[in-house]
């Protein structure tokens, strides 16, 4: 059985970035600019921010961290959106959500310039990366694609289940495991909270890829032996033993499921270190593309 390590092929691929982006400082190139909006004091969005301004430093990006308080006005953010579009030395940039309740998180995202949308949640982006296009892919399910590729997964002609069908997650990865590339050609089946007989589905899957975040949801009795298994949820279960009152848990009973995969992401250290990486690595994407406009 392979652990597949997502914590140790995000170091490798911010490595492989930051040699691209010294190679870039001795031709006298930009150095690629990343900026992130962040509205509210959500303790988990302010603490995956802080972790990207990091890995920005580590990797030789320049970051910019935009704070506003949660009583801002939609009209106010979109014009925040505005500068970001117009300031030709930000390559990318993120709006971290979830947003406050007031602002309609569609005209936000819809605001956004497609040539800077490293996130790969603007349609323009989703409908080329649908097309087979080269685009920005979000950056979970290109994570995912990454970790497939880097343990030389067999996936073509595999039957691969995907339960979870939002817009960032489980409807992309669908339409990529199905793409004709390398790496991918599943046959893939997506399901949902109202799919009936989900573990007669479960039970057939080569590959099983869970975005519920529902912790612990499948179970060793609904996959068979030989399973792939992707993990993307994660969700804080209290825990009075535990050092900070919880622990995190996966959408997969980690323990019973992995004596039956071939392969199977933990959580921590499974597809959640790969999010940071792939925004990264869209970073410099969009800085590259600018250099030929």
Do not use: W
């Not at 936000?108 to 490293?118: I, R």
């Not at 097309?131 to 002609?157: C, D, H, K, W």
């Not at 019973?256 to 392969?263: L, N």
């Amino acid at each position: 059985m392979i652990i597949i390590d997502g914590k140790k092929i995000s170091q490798i691929i911010k490595e492989e970035i930051k040699e691209d982006v010294e190679k870039r400082n001795l031709k006298g190139l930009k150095q690629p600019h990343l900026a992130a909006v962040l509205v509210g004091d959500d303790g988990a969005s302010q603490t995956y921010v802080n972790s990207k301004v990091i890995a920005c430093q580590k990797v030789g990006f320049k970051s910019t961290l935009i704070t506003k308080d949660k009583t801002i006005s939609q009209n106010e953010l979109l014009q925040v959106i505005d500068q970001l579009n117009e300031d030709k030395d930000i390559d990318g940039y993120i709006v971290q959500l979830p947003l406050p309740k007031h602002i309609d998180e569609e005209k936000v995202l819809m605001k956004v310039n497609p040539d800077k949308d490293v996130d790969g949640f603007h349609p323009y982006n989703f409908g080329k990366m649908a097309l087979e296009m080269p685009t920005f892919i979000s950056a979970t399910p290109y994570g995912i694609m990454e970790l497939l590729e880097r343990y030389q997964i067999e996936v073509a002609s595999k039957h691969c289940v995907v339960i979870g069908r939002s817009h960032i997650v489980g409807r992309p990865i669908s339409i990529l495991m199905s793409q004709k590339k390398k790496y991918a050609n599943a046959t893939v089946t997506l399901a949902h909270s109202r799919t009936k007989y989900l573990e007669e589905l479960t039970k057939t899957a080569d590959i099983i890829i869970t975005a519920l975040g529902n912790p612990e949801f499948l179970k060793a009795d609904m996959v068979k032996e030989g399973v792939v298994v992707i993990d993307v949820g994660i969700t804080r279960v209290s825990d009075p033993k535990a050092k900070r009152g919880y622990v995190l848990r996966g959408d997969v009973e980690f323990e019973s499921v992995s004596k039956k995969a071939k392969a199977i992401t933990p959580v921590p250290g499974g597809v959640g270190p790969m999010t940071i990486a792939m925004l990264l690595k869209n970073t410099l994407l969009a800085c590259q593309r600018n250099e030929h406009k």
